[in-house]
């Protein structure tokens, strides 16, 4: 009988080999996340450049956003940087769903007023100012 342990560790040391595979995967299944915790510099890689880079999909990334924060597998002294980070990269869009709240809640943003200024929105062009005040 195969050991999953053993199948788990070769599939993770495959699939971190192709971004974009590796960015598809974790979209659909965010709480496969944790397949990749001992890898603390993929796992800040992934925060760091992949999501909201790679094969953009919003939702899909603040699942996986999520699903990292909440498995605390951001270092405590690297949490403000990863979501400042996170803030920066939704450029045009603010969600307004759950995912949003989920990160907010979870992570640490906890909608901080640091974090709101981040996001200074012009009403008529949509577009996302960014500033640290």
Do not use: H
Request: proline content about 2%; hydrophobic content about 40%; overall charge positive.
């Amino acid at each position: 009988m195969l050991n999953n342990n053993k199948v788990t560790k070769q599939f993770v040391q495959f699939i971190k080999c192709d971004d974009e595979l590796v960015m598809l995967y974790l979209r659909a299944f965010p709480q496969r996340v944790n397949n990749f915790a001992n890898d603390t510099s993929f796992i800040r890689n992934l925060w760091y450049s992949k999501i909201f880079e790679i094969g953009y999909d919003l939702k899909g990334d603040l699942k996986l956003y999520c699903a990292i924060l909440r498995n605390g597998l951001i270092e405590s002294e690297e949490l403000d940087e990863a979501n400042e980070k996170i803030v920066w990269k939704f450029r045009n869009v603010i969600p307004e769903d759950q995912f949003s709240s989920c990160s907010v809640t979870s992570s640490g943003i906890r909608r901080k007023k640091k974090y709101k200024k981040l996001l200074l929105i012009r009403k008529k062009s949509c577009c996302v100012k960014s500033a640290i005040y």
